[in-house]
C-alpha cells in the first residue's frame, strides 16, 4: 500500500524582510507626501504660471509611465534588492534637485527623475510576491498598501508645517534626509528575495522587445484583463482626485482646510480598509470577488458624494470612495501577482502600475472638462456610469483565477 503524499509545504512568511518594506514604502511616501503641499508655490516663484503647475505632475507620471515597466523587468532580472536602492537614491537625488534649483528647468528635471525613480511600489508589490503564498498575497498586498496610505496621511502634514517663505527648499531637504534614511534602512535589513539561480534563468531567457513584450503581455491574456481593470478604476479614481476639492468649493462653499480634514477621513478609511479589513474579506469572497466588490461600493461611493445634499452625506460617500479603493487595489496586485510566474513578478507589477501612471494623465484633463462644462458632480456621476457598465464587468467576466 502507498504511503500517503506529503502535504506540500507552505513557503516561509519573512515577517521582518516585509515589515522592512512596510517602513521603507511608508519613509517613501512621507517623503514624497511632504512636497505635495508646497511644490505648486515653489513652482509660481520661479514664474509658473498655474496651467504650467498642473503640467508638474503630468511630468511625474509621464516618468513612472514609461519607467515602471522597465523597472521591474531589471528587478526579475537583478533583483529586488538592487532596484530598490536605486529608486530610492533617485528620490534623494529628485530632493537634492528641487532643493538646489534655480530655473523652472530644474524643478521638472526632478519631478522627471522622481517619476523615474518611483518603482517601489511595484517592487514592493513583487516582493510580496515572491515571499508569500498565492491565498494569502491580498492580505499582505493590503499591508503595504497601508504603509502607502499612512504615508500619504502624514506627509502632507508635515509638509505644511515645514512650509517656510524665508526657507522655501526646507520641505525637499528633510525630504532627502528621509529618503537617505530609507536607503540605509534597505542596504543594511533588506534581504534578497530572488536566488541567484532565478536571477540567472531570467538573465539569460531570452525576451523581446520592450513594445513586443508589453503587446504579448496584455493582449488577450488575463494579465491583460487585470491591467485594463486597473486604467479603467485609476481613471475614475484620478478623475475624482482631480476634482474633489473644486466639487467642495463650489457645492458647500468649502476652504482648504476643510476639504483637507475629509481628504484625511479617506486616507484613514483606505489606511483601516486595506491593513485591517482587505485580508478578511479576501478570505471570504476572494480575490476577483473582492475586486468586483470593491468597484461596486466605489461606484455607489460615487453617486453619494456626487449628489450629497449634507455634509453628512458627503462624508459617507467619501468614505464608500475610499473603501473602495482600499479593496480593489490590493486584489488586483494580489490577482496579478497569481497570473505572472515566478520570473516576471515585477514586470507584470510594472506594467500595473505603468497603466496606473498612464490614467492619472488622462483622467484628470477629461475630468476637468466636464467639471467646467457640464456640473461640478458630474465628473463623479460619470465614474460610476463607466465602473458599473465598463469596468464591473470587465473585472467580473474576464479575469479567471490562476493556477498557482
Known amino acids: 500500500m502507498d504511503a500517503p503524499l506529503e502535504p506540500t509545504p507552505t513557503p516561509e512568511i519573512r515577517r521582518g524582510a516585509l515589515a522592512t518594506v512596510w517602513l521603507t514604502l511608508f519613509l517613501d511616501l512621507v517623503a514624497f ?18 496651467k504650467v503647475v498642473t503640467l508638474l505632475s503630468t511630468t511625474y507620471s509621464l516618468a513612472q509611465f514609461a519607467f515602471a515597466p522597465v ?22 537625488a529628485a530632493m537634492l534637485s528641487l532643493a538646489a534649483a534655480h530655473t523652472l528647468f530644474f524643478v521638472f528635471l526632478a519631478r ?23 491565498n494569502q498575497r491580498a492580505k499582505y498586498m493590503g499591508i503595504m498598501g497601508s504603509a502607502i496610505g499612512f504615508g500619504f496621511v502624514v506627509g502632507p502634514a508635515i509638509g505644511g508645517v515645514l512650509s ?13 534626509v528621509l529618503s537617505a534614511i530609507n536607503w540605509l534602512m534597505a542596504l543594511i535589513l533588506l534581504p534578497e528575495t530572488r536566488s541567484p539561480e532565478q536571477r540567472a ?28 481593470t486597473y486604467f479603467g478604476f485609476f481613471s475614475v479614481f484620478a478623475a475624482m482626485e482631480s476634482t474633489f476639492a473644486l466639487f467642495c468649493e463650489a457645492v458647500f462653499d468649502w476652504t482648504s482646510r476643510e476639504t483637507g480634514y475629509l481628504f484625511s477621513l479617506i486616507g484613514v478609511v483606505i489606511l483601516l480598509t486595506q491593513g485591517v479589513l482587505v485580508g478578511r474579506v479576501v478570505a471570504w ?26 455634509v453628512p452625506v458627503l462624508a459617507l460617500g467619501a468614505a464608500g470612495i475610499a473603501m473602495g479603493n482600499g479593496l480593489v487595489t490590493p486584489s488586483i496586485s494580489a490577482l496579478v501577482s497569481q497570473t505572472a510566474s515566478a520570473e516576471e513578478q515585477g514586470w507584470a507589477q510594472g506594467l500595473t502600475q505603468s497603466s496606473a501612471a498612464f490614467a492619472r494623465i488622462l483622467a484628470p484633463i477629461g475630468a476637468g472638462l466636464v ?12 465614474g460610476a ?16 483565477a490562476p493556477v498557482e
Not at 33 to 50: D, T
Open 371 to 382: 467639471f467646467e462644462w457640464i456640473g461640478p458632480g458630474v465628473p463623479m456621476a460619470t
Open 33 to 50: 507626501g511632504i512636497i505635495i503641499p508646497v511644490l505648486p508655490y515653489y513652482a509660481e516663484s520661479f514664474g509658473a504660471s498655474a
Open 112 to 134: 522627471a527623475i522622481g517619476g523615474m525613480s518611483n518603482a517601489n511600489i511595484s517592487t514592493a508589490y513583487a516582493y510580496v510576491a515572491d515571499q508569500v503564498p498565492g
Open 385 to 400: 456610469v463607466v465602473l458599473l457598465l465598463i469596468v464591473g464587468p470587465i473585472a467580473a467576466a474576464k479575469v479567471r
Open 164 to 176: 517656510r517663505p524665508d526657507l522655501p527648499e526646507l520641505p525637499f531637504l528633510v525630504g532627502a
Open 285 to 310: 469572497l476572494g480575490e476577483q470577488r473582492t475586486m468586483v466588490a470593491g468597484l461596486a461600493i466605489l461606484a455607489v461611493g460615487l453617486v453619494a458624494t456626487a449628489f450629497a445634499p449634507n
Open 71 to 92: 523597472l521591474g523587468r531589471l528587478s526579475d532580472r537583478h533583483g529586488r534588492r538592487p532596484v530598490m536602492l536605486i529608486s530610492i537614491a533617485g528620490s534623494i
Open 201 to 228: 534563468a531570467s538573465e539569460t531567457q531570452k525576451r523581446p522587445r520592450l513594445l513586443a513584450a508589453i503587446r504579448g503581455a496584455l493582449w488577450g491574456t488575463p494579465l491583460g484583463w487585470l491591467v485594463a
